[in-house]
């Protein structure tokens, strides 16, 4: 036998006593002579809060479960997670927490579990969830109430007064205007939005009105506006969705917030059955270092969604194909409740396919941007496609309609939507310009706009 360490078949069963050292103690351990590995120890000595369990969920867990967060309980004591030893086992064994739907690409801060992980956790709660030494344990995420997940922002700010969302009705969409935060510009490297009210926010978007029109409309309640904001241009800032993490631009591409500009919270907000009222906060992060490179959106999607009841299998395409080099540095997929999976992928001018996402297992409750860990180069004529595929069956646990209806495109939550928006880089900014006039005849074929009438 080669290596140091021992098979996993001879370890299983060993007596503690057999074992010369600990994880609290200041030497690796061994089985006589022979270092053990923190996984093959696993199989040893029985995993405990302090030395396994909490670095697992400061890194996985915390982001969600904290004070103040949106999971409905903190896991960053031994006393919030050991009395949930077991049904924290149960979640992650069936990798339905912690929520990571993409099965590939690799993205940045993933936070799907290892195997190992997974076993560590299982092990520790078949144990009785020992606690272990508490002078091991190493410092907990912050969590107070007011604490957001990236520390204390450069700019908080927050609706002026809260929203009444009635308890039936259709869906709303609101704006709100938050007065302008700053006197001068700042580059934003990052922001988080905390929704007041989770249960009733189905998404939010975060707008810079320059134009500073925008509070005429509101008089401290919000105002109507499905779609666009109500003003032009619209600068987008980022947004919420539900399970988003805060959003992160790249050191290279910060969005610049105007001096004076208004903020504006784009909100919608789906009835539960009785009366909510929402406050949802907005946190900004700055830099002083501007952008180096431009950042360009390109939108895959169908609006001709019109999906019978009962079918299992309904699938929506989309595709555009590169006039330029471009790299792809992130993806934000978008669909509601009866998505059933979504694979994005490139055709490379030699005919390789490259895989840009996929999902097979979607859930509109968590959904988020990904930044890929490593950006993707797409050469000029590859081919970016999109496949979603809807089940609008009585078998499908997400559908909102038993028994299933006809559902078509829309805005509201019991509609549907299809959209893939990959985030790309010209590789060459020459050719931002041949990009975007590309991209803006796409948008022009898809709506229908200058076509000539049917049968000319």
Same mark, same amino acid.
């Given at each position: 036998?080669h290596g140091?360490a021992?098979p996993?078949?001879?370890?299983i ?7 010369t050292?600990y994880p609290?103690?200041p030497v690796c ?19 405990t809060f302090s030395?396994?369990i909490?670095?697992i ?7 969600c ?5 949106v999971?409905p309980f903190p896991l960053l004591?031994y006393q919030d997670a050991g009395?949930r030893?077991r049904?924290i086992?149960?979640?992650t064994?069936?990798r339905y927490m912690p929520?990571w ?5 690799h ?9 190992a992980?997974?076993?560590?956790l ?22 107070s109430?007011?604490t957001?997940q990236?520390?204390?922002?450069d700019?908080?700010?927050?609706m002026?007064t809260p929203?009444a969302?009635p308890?039936?009705?259709?869906d709303?969409y609101?704006?709100f205007?938050?007065p ?11 922001l988080?939005?905390r929704?007041?009210n989770?249960?009733?926010v189905h ?7 320059a ?7 509101d008089e401290?309640?919000?105002y109507p ?5 109500g003003?032009?241009?619209a600068?987008g800032?980022?947004g919420?969705?539900?399970g988003?993490q805060?959003?992160r631009?790249p050191?290279?591409?910060p969005?610049l917030l ?5 903020l504006?919270?784009q909100?919608h907000?789906?009835p ?8 949802s906060r907005?946190a900004?992060y700055?830099?002083d270092q501007?952008p180096?490179r431009?950042l ?6 169908s609006?001709?969604?019109?999906i019978?009841? !009962?079918?299992r299998?309904y699938k ?6 590169l006039p330029?080099?471009v790299?792809a ?7 509601h409740y009866?998505c059933?999976?979504?694979?994005g992928y ?8 490259r895989?840009?996402?996929?999902i097979?297992?979607?859930?509109f ?5 990904y930044?890929?860990?490593v950006?993707i180069?797409l050469p000029a004529?590859t ?5 979603f ?6 078998q499908?646990p997400?559908n909102?309609n038993?028994?299933p209806?006809?559902?078509?495109? !829309?805005p509201?939550t019991?509609d549907?939507m299809a959209?893939?928006?990959?985030e790309?880089?010209p590789?060459?900014?020459a050719d931002?310009k041949?990009l ?6 796409k948008m022009?074929?898809?709506t229908?706009l200058?076509?000539p009438?049917?049968?000319r």
């Amino acid at each position: 036998m080669h290596g140091s360490a021992l098979p996993v078949p001879i370890l299983i069963g060993l007596p503690r006593s057999h074992v010369t050292s600990y994880p609290s103690a200041p030497v690796c351990p061994t089985i006589g002579s022979v270092p053990l590995s923190p996984l093959l120890l696993a199989f040893v000595a029985a995993p405990t809060f302090s030395h396994d369990i909490a670095p697992i969920l400061y890194k996985a867990c915390a982001g969600c479960h904290r004070t103040g967060g949106v999971a409905p309980f903190p896991l960053l004591t031994y006393q919030d997670a050991g009395k949930r030893a077991r049904l924290i086992a149960t979640v992650t064994a069936k990798r339905y927490m912690p929520p990571w739907l993409p099965t590939a690409p690799h993205f940045l801060h993933e936070m799907k579990l290892t195997e190992a992980e997974i076993a560590v956790l299982s092990r520790w709660a078949e144990s009785g969830a020992p606690e272990g030494n508490p002078a091991a344990a190493p410092t907990p995420p912050p969590q107070s109430a007011g604490t957001w997940q990236l520390g204390p922002p450069d700019i908080e700010a927050e609706m002026r007064t809260p929203s009444a969302v009635p308890a039936e009705g259709p869906d709303q969409y609101r704006c709100f205007v938050i007065p302008a935060p700053s006197a001068k510009d700042h580059w934003v490297r990052a922001l988080d939005i905390r929704p007041g009210n989770a249960k009733v926010v189905h998404h939010v978007i975060l707008f810079q009105d320059a134009t500073r029109t925008a509070r005429q409309r509101d008089e401290g309640s919000g105002y109507p506006c499905f779609g666009t904001p109500g003003f032009l241009p619209a600068r987008g800032l980022g947004g919420w969705t539900p399970g988003a993490q805060p959003a992160r631009m790249p050191d290279d591409i910060p969005e610049l917030l105007h001096a004076n500009a208004d903020l504006v919270l784009q909100i919608h907000y789906h009835p539960t059955g009785k009366p909510e009222t929402d406050r949802s906060r907005v946190a900004l992060y700055f830099t002083d270092q501007g952008p180096k490179r431009r950042l360009m959106d390109l939108p895959l999607g169908s609006n001709r969604i019109d999906i019978p009841a !009962g079918e299992r299998n309904y699938k929506v395409t989309d595709h555009f194909t590169l006039p330029v080099d471009v790299e792809a540095i992130g993806i934000i997929p978008h669909a509601h409740y009866i998505c059933k999976s979504m694979y994005g992928y490139a055709v490379m001018p030699g005919g390789a396919k490259r895989t840009l996402i996929q999902i097979p297992d979607w859930n509109f409750n968590w959904q988020q941007q990904y930044r890929y860990a490593v950006p993707i180069r797409l050469p000029a004529d590859t081919r970016v496609e999109m496949e979603f595929i809807y089940d609008n069956s009585a078998q499908n646990p997400r559908n909102p309609n038993q028994p299933p209806q006809r559902v078509t495109w !829309g805005p509201a939550t019991t509609d549907e939507m299809a959209g893939l928006h990959i985030e790309v880089v010209p590789v060459h900014p020459a050719d931002a310009k041949e990009l975007s006039q590309a991209l803006w005849g796409k948008m022009i074929r898809s709506t229908g706009l200058g076509l000539p009438p049917a049968g000319r």
